[in-house]
């Protein structure tokens, strides 16, 4: 079981950034792809980054690649996603989720249900 917190959202003027962070509680940590994720009102949930167990791999949307930096940190069971040149369009409520990748250290999906654990979410907003 692993339990998963966002933070770092909130309210940024256009071309602005923020770092979130999901920090995750249970076990093995290390052996967990990670995923970021984000839903705008009226929307479908959309992948946005995805990064291996072992940080070699990361896939992002198209819409955020040189935007958008996805990285982790084992030590401390967390996973960030930085976010600069922000536009109005990423204004989201943004997930992080987990899924056991066991020994494949290049897994890195990007469907939400390729993914077993969710957190609650965090809200960015992106002023015009």
């Known amino acids: 079981q692993v339990q998963l917190v966002e933070s770092g959202g909130g309210l940024v003027q256009a071309g602005g950034s923020l770092r979130l962070s999901c920090a995750a509680s249970?076990?093995?940590?290390?052996?967990?792809?990670m995923g970021w994720f984000r839903q705008a009102p009226g929307k479908e949930r959309e992948f946005v980054a995805a990064?291996?167990?072992?940080?070699?791999?990361?896939s992002y949307v198209d819409s955020v690649k040189g935007r958008f930096t996805v990285s982790r940190d084992n030590a401390k069971n967390s996973v960030y996603l930085e976010m600069s040149s922000l536009k109005p369009e990423d204004t989201a409520v943004y997930y992080c989720?987990?899924?056991?990748?066991?020994?494949?250290?290049?897994?890195?999906?990007?469907?939400?249900?390729?993914?077993?654990?969710w957190g609650q979410g965090t809200q960015v907003t992106v002023s015009s």
């Open positions: 990064i291996s167990w072992s940080g070699v791999s990361t």
């Open positions: 249970g076990r093995a940590f290390n052996m967990y792809a």
């Open positions: 989720a987990a899924v056991f990748a066991g020994g494949s250290m290049h897994y890195s999906p990007s469907r939400p249900n390729q993914y077993d654990y």
